[in-house]
């Protein structure tokens, strides 16, 4: 069993904020793989279904973004999984725009939902970092991360999204070289 947390903050004015571009990678993953509803557990919505052989539980905290560290403590102490289980779906401000890394533990580069997570559980759990870019100066990150995506980012973001569900089996397989490879092949085209 593995657990994929998705990164957001909950309520319809956030749905299209840059911070909760891990929301929508649960989401897109949710649908590729014909998981079914969510339900309410765990201090957030939480799926479970498999991926190719892997048996997964998604899971998007409703806490907001820096208490989400509560609702996936609450996961893993329930299935009594270790962290290396755990999967988190983030925003990444050093990254480019669309562009997707994976690295397990390291530190939370100021991230708040990184920072809960970390406090509740350690920060040996894998990241799936999904480039946002940076606004250009640290004044303007919050009103930036908070922002919704522009209309014109909406394409890539989508073909972005598709990707990342089109190549999660790799990630469940844990060959996250693969993962990374085959998204990038795929933003190419």
Known sequence: M?????LGNPGAQ???NRHNIGFMAVDA???????????TRFQGWAIEGRIGTEKLLLLKPATFMNESGRSVGEALRFYKLDIGAVTVFHDE?????FKVKV?????????NGLRSIEAHIGNGFRRV???????????RVTPYVLGNFAK???????????AVAAEAEWLA?????????AVALRLQG
């Open 2 to 6: 593995q657990i994929w947390v998705g």
């Open 14 to 16: 956030y749905a299209l």
């Open 29 to 39: 993953i949710e649908a590729v793989a014909g998981f079914l509803p969510p339900r």
């Open 93 to 97: 401000l050093d990254l480019a725009p």
């Open 103 to 111: 690295k397990s533990g390291g530190g939370t580069a100021g991230h």
């Open 129 to 139: 970092r999904l480039g946002i870019g940076h606004p250009g100066h640290r004044d």
């Open 152 to 162: 014109a980012e909406m394409d890539p973001l989508a073909d972005m999204l598709g």
């Open 173 to 181: 397989q844990g060959d996250d070289a693969r993962f990374m490879n």
